[in-house]
């Protein structure tokens, strides 16, 4: 090989079974080689490939970027490089092969090893037994991750981050309780801090070896990204990795899908995730069947694709109608309830902000109360009778999240539209968590957004019994909010006199006309 590369001038490389047959021979240039797409391995991709690459380096250099680059993304058993001398001998050999041990510090273990160069002749490595065992260590390092944890999918959390580490930090919580609420478990996560977004795959590529090294010591095959990828950077990705890849706003959609009760909420979402995936539709490979359901056999072609995109629009039409046959209803039971002229309050705010539990303290109900993101997607209303002797509605409605996706927002703009008849908006926010203040602000956006911003409001901090008294008076102080705790019914006197002060006046003006 040394001297058939010193007389072109080309890197040779051949790909190496187990057994030892030479699976496939590939001619380079001076600098790298190109390893074409290699049938996937009947193992799945929780293993290695079964295939070692020998090549030279023409120069006599080490183990490269390239060459560790294919290491991990091949899932190859090992790379070795031979250096080829100035008389086109072979010279020093040179050996990495991936590592699955823990890789928390920096430099000294990537996920990789790269063993110290020797003469090819004098190498002594038991190339099986070290496959042997690395597999071994594989497995192992699965199970003691994965036995802890019991969950329908497990997945590598990727957050791209060009912020300050403390929002970094509430990224991560926030992801990781969205996946728990699709009933995935995040095994690890993955920071990329950068300056400009790469346009292509969204993270580097040095990046991205990591993340394949994790996915295979982890034994995992999916990667949630915190952000919203366009069509291309999902096939850019999966065709890299060969992994599935799903955003922040695929998992939101899959969280409602699976919270929708009502038929009204079911169709909505639908209709949202048919408007997510059309746009994908574009891209003719197998990135969107991994895409649409997570599936990861290979997808349907492209004249398949077009009857699929036509078959989404009669779909979506369909969908359409009926819910214009819904929403008559629903538009009836409004004019009914106007007819009763009950003043309305609408609870509204961060998800987990603790709404459907104020809902039922206020009104003895037993509205879904979960510690889980998103618990309420159907708005639900209640009577409650106050003291002073009125009745008014109280409604609940679905939380709010930061970067709600437009998708989403549009699909339940119609159920929203229900705030248009509040008469005071109650904004529950969860003081206890450290990022309240920017949960209130996606509010404010979202208010905005509905164009129900001007509505009145008050303001309530929930959650005070998980904060020193001093603090929750503080900060309430700060920001002129009534501070209650939904779990203790005794705190919500406070809000029971501030919202009959406001009703009454309310019924005043009603009856004066003013
Ligand atoms: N410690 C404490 N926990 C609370 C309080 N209010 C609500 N919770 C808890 O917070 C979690 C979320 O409460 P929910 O009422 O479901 O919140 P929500 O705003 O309706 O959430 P979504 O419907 O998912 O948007 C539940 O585990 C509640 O038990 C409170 O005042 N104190
Ligand atoms: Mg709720």
């Known amino acids: 090989m040394a001297r058939w590369s010193f007389e072109t001038g080309r890197q040779i490389g051949l ?16 600098k790298s080689l190109y390893i074409p797409e290699l049938p996937k391995s009947r193992e799945g991709r929780k293993r290695l490939r079964g295939l070692r690459l020998v090549h030279t380096h023409l120069k006599g250099e080490p183990i490269s970027q390239d060459d560790l680059m294919d290491l991990a993304f091949l899932r190859l058993d090992c790379v070795a490089a031979v250096g080829v001398d100035r008389h ?4 020093r050999l040179f050996v990495a092969y991936i590592f699955p041990g823990e890789v928390n ?13 020797t003469h090819y002749s004098s190498s002594d490595i038991n190339f099986l037994e070290l496959v042997k065992s690395l597999e071994e260590e594989l497995e192992r390092h699965r199970s003691s991750s994965l036995s802890s944890i019991r969950s329908e999918d497990q997945a590598i959390l990727v957050v791209v981050s060009d912020g300050a580490s403390a929002d970094v930090k509430e990224t991560i919580e926030e992801m990781k309780e969205l996946a728990r609420a699709s009933s995935i478990a995040v095994v690890d996560t993955v920071v990329q801090r950068v300056k400009e977004i790469n346009p ?19 034994g995992v095959d999916l990667l949630i990204f915190d952000r919203e990828l366009n069509p291309s950077q999902v096939r850019a990705l999966t065709d890299a990795t060969e992994l599935r890849v799903i955003d922040r706003t695929q998992l939101i959609l899959d969280i409602f899908a699976r919270r929708a009760q009502s038929r009204e909420g079911k169709i909505q979402v639908e209709m949202a995730q048919l408007r997510y995936l059309m746009p994908r539709l574009n891209v003719k490979d197998d990135a969107l069947s991994r895409l649409a359901g997570g599936i990861g056999t290979r997808g349907p072609g492209e004249t398949k ?4 995109k036509r078959r989404i629009k009669k779909r979506l039409d369909h969908l359409e109608q009926e819910l214009s046959e819904i929403r008559k209803s629903r538009a009836e039971r409004r004019r009914k309830r106007k007819e009763f002229d009950f003043p309305v309050i609408s609870l509204i705010g961060y998800t987990n902000a603790g709404k459907s539990t104020l809902l039922n303290a206020l009104t003895k109900s037993d509205a879904v109360v979960m510690d889980q993101f998103f618990a309420t997607l159907d708005p639900l209303s209640r009577r409650l009778r106050f003291p002073r002797d009125f009745e008014v509605i109280v409604t609940d409605t679905v939380g709010f999240i930061s970067n709600l996706p437009d998708e989403l927002l549009d699909a339940f703009a119609a159920t929203l539209e229900e705030l248009n008849d509040a008469d005071i908006l109650v904004h529950v926010v969860d003081v206890s968590n450290p990022r309240f203040e920017a949960h209130m602000a996606s509010v404010e956006e979202i208010l905005k957004k509905l164009q129900i911003d001007k509505k ?9 019994d998980k904060l020193p008294s001093h ?3 503080m900060l309430s102080e700060r920001y002129g909010a009534i501070p209650i705790s939904a779990i203790e019914r005794s705190t919500l ?3 029971i006199g501030a919202l009959e002060n406001y009703v009454e006046e309310l019924l005043v003006r009603q009856e004066t006309g003013t």
Do not use: C, Q
């Open 15 to 30: 790909l190496i079974s187990r057994d030892g047959s030479i699976e496939m021979v590939i001619v380079g240039d001076a």
């Open 88 to 91: 086109g001998g072979a010279e």
């Open 105 to 117: 510090s920096e430099e000294s273990s990537k996920g990789w090893i790269v063993l110290p160069p």
């Open 200 to 218: 292509k795959y969204f993270i580097g590529k040095g990046k991205l070896t990591e993340i394949m090294l994790a996915a295979l010591r982890h």
């Open 305 to 308: 694709l077009e009857i699929d």
């Open 456 to 464: 009145p409001r008050l303001l309530v901090f929930n959650k005070i």
């Open 471 to 473: 603090k929750a008076i």
């Open 493 to 495: 006197y406070p809000l």
